[in-house]
């Protein structure tokens, strides 16, 4: 086991340096929990928690929105121009302001993945600025 990785627990490994490639992996951990960590049966669709807490109302927002706060804050720690970070602030406040609407903001989760698109941000920024941190997908 390396420093930088916790014990596995349920063939998980989070790892705990500050490097990039540490960070990167986190955010991507968190963003396929919020996003893609279910399949619904039948629509083979990924579903995470960002739409299965969503539908407690207004609480399930806040809490959804406060875990997207952690990779907006991950990616602050990267070095992130804060205009990129403004892009991801509003990505979340945008999902979190839709979601609260009752039904219709639910049906709204299943669909925009304000998680994503900051996910995607963030690997932009480290592919053209800490390529080093790429981490090879299996």
């Known amino acids: 086991m390396s420093d930088n990785k916790r014990p ?7 790892p705990v340096g500050n490097d990039p490639a540490s960070i990167r992996q986190r955010i991507q951990m968190m963003e396929a929990l919020l996003e893609r960590a279910f399949t619904v049966p039948g629509i083979k669709r990924g579903v995470g928690l960002d739409a299965v807490i969503g539908l407690i109302p207004v609480v399930g927002d806040v809490i959804t929105a406060a ?6 804050w991950e990616a602050r720690n990267l070095g ?16 979190s302001a ?3 609407i009752p039904v219709a ?9 304000s998680n994503s698109r ?3 941000i963030i690997k932009k920024h480290l592919d053209k600025h ?4 790429q981490v090879i997908d299996g």
Not at 8 to 14: A, L, P, V
Not at 105 to 113: A, I, P, Q
Request: charged fraction near 20%; avoid cysteine; glycine fraction near 10%.
């Open 80 to 95: 992130i121009p804060k205009w990129k970070l403004w892009r991801m602030a509003g990505n979340i406040a945008f999902d």
């Open 105 to 113: 903001g639910d049906l709204f989760d299943f669909v925009y993945r």
């Open 8 to 14: 596995r627990s349920m063939g998980i490994e989070m």
């Open 98 to 100: 839709i979601g609260a």
């Open 118 to 120: 900051n996910l995607k």
């Open 130 to 133: 800490h390529p080093a941190a």
């Open 67 to 72: 875990m997207g706060a952690y990779i907006i």
